[in-house]
């Protein structure tokens, strides 16, 4: 369903000779919860450096309905269907597990576990960064010969 929405979305984009917006936060990225080609799929994404927190904060700074902003999170994906429940865990508390890990750098199974999250939570957390990096990268190319197809080329005047 994801990946139709943004096939829809890409092109209405195209006929209006516009943009698609992608609505992921830094928390979802990191954690794989998205559909590759699916709502992982835009042409840029002013939300993707902030995490879950991060938006709702931002949310109530500008005035939008605290009904809104307290929603259970969901892909409306099927009746009853919750990210958090899909995760496995809050996005509070994988916001400060991935605040340590990705902001600060840190390692320690001790040291994440003291932000609140058990060891099996951190784990999750960790296994989900590793597992789903592919969706963080573009899809590789040039596997079987070739030089890599730079991303920008400037001209030198001779």
């Known amino acids: 369903m994801a990946r139709e929405r943004m096939s829809i979305l890409f092109d209405i984009a195209a006929r209006d000779q516009r943009l698609v917006l992608g609505t992921s936060n830094k928390t979802e990225i990191c954690l794989g919860y998205s559909t590759w080609y699916g709502d992982s799929a835009c042409s840029l994404n002013p939300l993707?450096?902030?995490?879950?927190?991060?938006?709702?904060?931002?949310?109530?700074?500008?005035?939008?309905?605290?009904?809104?902003?307290?929603?259970?999170?969901?892909?409306?994906?099927?009746?009853?269907?919750?990210?958090?429940?899909e995760l496995g865990v809050t996005y509070d508390l994988a916001d400060r597990v991935l605040f340590e890990i990705i902001e600060m750098g840190?390692?320690?199974?001790?040291?994440?576990?003291?932000?609140?999250?058990?060891?099996?939570?951190?784990?999750?957390?960790?296994?989900?960064?590793?597992?789903?990096?592919?969706?963080?990268?573009?899809?590789?190319?040039?596997?079987?010969?070739?030089?890599?197809?730079?991303?920008?080329?400037?001209l030198v005047e001779d």
């Open 106 to 154: 840190e390692r320690s199974l001790r040291k994440l576990t003291a932000v609140g999250a058990d060891e099996k939570v951190v784990r999750l957390i960790v296994d989900r960064i590793n597992r789903f990096a592919y969706k963080r990268l573009p899809p590789a190319t040039d596997l079987l010969e070739g030089r890599p197809v730079p991303d920008a080329v400037s």
């Open 48 to 85: 993707g450096g902030l995490y879950k927190h991060e938006i709702r904060e931002m949310a109530a700074l500008m005035g939008i309905p605290e009904k809104i902003i307290t929603k259970n999170p969901t892909a409306d994906l099927w009746p009853g269907q919750t990210d958090e429940g």
